[in-house]
């Protein structure tokens, strides 16, 4: 069973950075996609990016596209969120996720979630 716990969230002004970090237990990086999701309050959770070390594929959701980066450190077994240019719309709790269902358009999560980190944008 995949263990999955996201931190690095907190307080920060707009136009300001935060990155997210998640080490997945009981997960090869290698054989399957691994993503952010976020959950602001009073709306569904959705998919921010995801990345699939197999097959080098990423997917960025609108919003944060140009502003946000993914990462893997296979040498940790780390995947990171980096995000830049925060805006008060980003204010949610971020969760990590693997093994996630991706592809060019979109990225899925059908497991349970582990523990988020909330991320607050201050304007």
């Known amino acids: 069973e995949v263990q999955l716990q996201a931190s690095g969230g907190g307080l920060v002004q707009t136009g300001g950075s935060l990155r997210l970090s998640c080490a997945p237990s009981?997960?090869?990086?290698?054989?399957?996609?691994i993503g952010w999701f976020r959950q602001a309050p009073g709306k569904e959770r959705e998919g921010v990016s995801c990345i699939s070390s197999g097959t080098g594929l990423t997917y960025y959701g609108d919003s944060v596209k140009g502003r946000f980066t993914i990462s893997i450190d296979n040498a940790k077994s780390t995947v990171y969120l980096q995000m830049h240019s925060l805006k008060p719309e980003d204010t949610a709790v971020y969760y990590c996720?693997?093994?996630?269902?991706?592809?060019?358009?979109?990225?899925?999560?059908?497991?349970?979630w582990g523990q988020g980190t909330l991320v607050t944008v201050s304007s």
């Open positions: 996720a693997a093994p996630a269902w991706l592809n060019t358009t979109t990225c899925r999560y059908f497991g349970s």
């Open positions: 009981g997960f090869t990086f290698d054989d399957y996609a």
